[in-house]
């Protein structure tokens, strides 16, 4: 099965960027969906950004405008670039994907902890 493997997560302050990397070992992410969810603590988890296998791209509403999900032409690495970051991204990111049929089948990364100070 394939791993997931996140980087690039610390701390920054307020208004500062961070670019999260997450790659898929051995093979390319597969048709499916691939992308970024954070869980703050004390909270459930939520989708951040997402490619479709159409392509399409899709934002958490409290990100939008302010990150940008991409890939690069391998296609087995997915970046989170982030920008103005606020105290309420405070969150560890995991980097998902979903395959097979249905989507049915999860694979996770293990997480990367992101800390914005005010």
């Known amino acids: 099965q394939v791993q997931l493997v996140e980087s690039g997560g610390g701390l920054v302050q307020a208004g500062g960027s961070l670019r999260l990397a997450c790659v898929a070992s051995?093979?390319?992410?597969?048709?499916?969906?691939v992308g970024w969810w954070r869980q703050a603590p004390g909270k459930q988890r939520e989708m951040v950004a997402a490619?479709?296998?159409?392509?399409?791209?899709h934002y958490g509403d409290s990100v939008k405008g302010r990150f940008t999900i991409s890939k690069d032409n391998a296609g087995n690495t997915v970046y989170l670039q982030m920008n103005s970051l606020k105290p309420e991204d405070t969150a560890v990111y995991y980097c998902?994907?979903?395959?097979?049929?249905?989507?049915?089948?999860?694979?996770w990364g293990q997480g990367t902890q992101v800390t914005v100070s005010s």
């Open positions: 490619f479709s296998n159409t392509g399409s791209i």
């Open positions: 998902q994907e979903r395959s097979g049929p249905g989507w049915g089948t999860i694979t």
């Open positions: 051995g093979r390319p992410f597969r048709s499916g969906s």
